[in-house]
């Protein structure tokens, strides 16, 4: 069993790297089959997906009036670095 739960991991990785180019309509014909068979599948893939259509449909009018500062720029670059260098 833990075998299993082990590759729904590696599945559900997977998709959320390619979650944006999916949404961007950025994948070859192949991958997108296989991310809209794992989204039939997955629940949590799925939420993680409306999630990001949310952000991103919400994001045009979010900021223009105040940009962000630097100090705050400066700690989620740092966090995004580390975060990438963990995995």
């Not at 997955?42 to 900021?63: F, M, N, R």
């Amino acid at each position: 069993m833990a075998d299993k739960h082990q590759h729904d991991e590696v599945v559900c990785q997977g998709f959320v790297e390619l979650a944006t180019d999916y949404l961007e309509g950025a994948l070859p014909e192949d991958r997108r089959d296989l991310v809209e068979e794992h989204l039939v599948v997955c629940d949590s893939c799925k939420t993680y997906l409306e999630q990001i259509e949310a952000t991103v449909e919400a994001l045009p009018g979010a900021g223009r009036d105040e940009p962000v500062p630097d100090d705050t720029r400066a700690a989620l670059l740092s966090a995004f670095r580390e975060w990438r260098t963990e995995r």
